[in-house]
Nanobody
Framework: VQLQASGGGLVQAGGSLRLSCAAS????????IGWFRQAPGKEREGLLC????????YFAAPVKGRFTISRDNAKNTVYLQMNSLKPEDTAVYYC????????????????????WGHGTQVTVSS
């Protein structure tokens, strides 16, 4: 059972990146997925999540309107599309999965999630 986040890199302010969260060893259809990030010297924060049914919840006001989450169950992958990136978006980004939510629910608290990817670094230059 493994999650792998990828797609990070160095981008200029105003640019875009799409992160992927791919699962191996289990089927993401049965899991809610959350995206989190952790900047240097800061605590890990929940950004947004997608329920098993495809509903999205945002937990971090600074990313609303710029970040979107989607899932492709056929590819066993969840995506985080990040647009209009800012230097303050610089962080390690993590995806996490949990099978404990109902069809339409997910959450922003890291303790609600059972499986975590290793994270992918996103650096936004000014």
């Amino acid at each position: 059972v493994q999650l792998q986040a990828s797609g990070g890199g160095l981008v200029q302010a105003g640019g875009s990146l799409r992160l992927s969260c791919a699962a191996s060893g289990f089927t993401l259809d049965y899991y809610a997925i959350g995206w989190f990030r952790q900047a240097p010297g800061k605590e890990r924060e929940g950004l947004l999540c997608i329920s098993r049914g495809g509903g999205t919840q945002y937990f971090a006001a600074p990313v609303k309107g710029r970040f979107t989450i989607s899932r492709d169950n056929a590819k066993n992958t969840v995506y985080l599309q990040m647009n209009s990136l800012k230097p303050e978006d610089t962080a390690v980004y993590y995806c996490a999965a949990s099978a404990d939510f109902s069809w339409s629910s997910c959450a922003h608290t890291q303790y609600d999630y059972d499986y975590w990817g290793h994270g992918t670094q996103v650096t936004v230059s000014s």
